[in-house]
């Protein structure tokens, strides 16, 4: 599997982002796809997954209400709104894709992960 992570940029505190992430391979070689996130010298922690066959999603606590996940089993694509950017939430967004769970990959179970995509929020 193949994840190809797209749509992170410069945005303006307060503003909003929408990631992208395809994945390639077939589908019964993943149960959900996410995103986790590393900041600058922090380790990488979970942001949201969604479970593949299901549609629940699971989030951080911190970003729900701001953050939404959602996929397209048709594209194989997963995607990740984001709203209200802080710049705490400035980091390096990384796509995965699991064989379990969405909850599952929320404790950090990924079995693939795709490129690195760099959100920056100025304050």
């Known amino acids: 599997v193949q994840l190809q992570a797209s749509g992170g940029g410069l945005v303006q505190a307060g503003g909003s982002l929408r990631l992208s992430c395809a994945a390639s391979?077939?589908?019964?070689?993943?149960?959900?796809m996410g995103w986790f996130r590393q900041a600058p010298g922090q380790e990488r922690e979970f942001v949201a997954a969604?479970?593949?066959?299901?549609?629940?999603?699971y989030f951080v606590d911190s970003m729900k209400g701001r953050f939404a996940i959602s996929r397209d089993n048709a594209k194989n694509t997963v995607c990740l709104q984001m709203n209200s950017l802080k710049p705490e939430d400035t980091a390096v967004y990384y796509c995965?894709?699991?064989?379990?769970?969405?909850?599952?990959?929320?404790?950090?179970?990924?079995?693939?992960w795709g490129q690195g995509t760099l959100v920056t929020v100025s304050s």
């Open positions: 969604i479970s593949w066959s299901s549609g629940a999603t």
């Open positions: 995965a894709a699991g064989s379990g769970s969405g909850n599952v990959m929320r404790l950090g179970n990924v079995d693939f």
């Open positions: 391979g077939r589908a019964y070689m993943w149960n959900s």
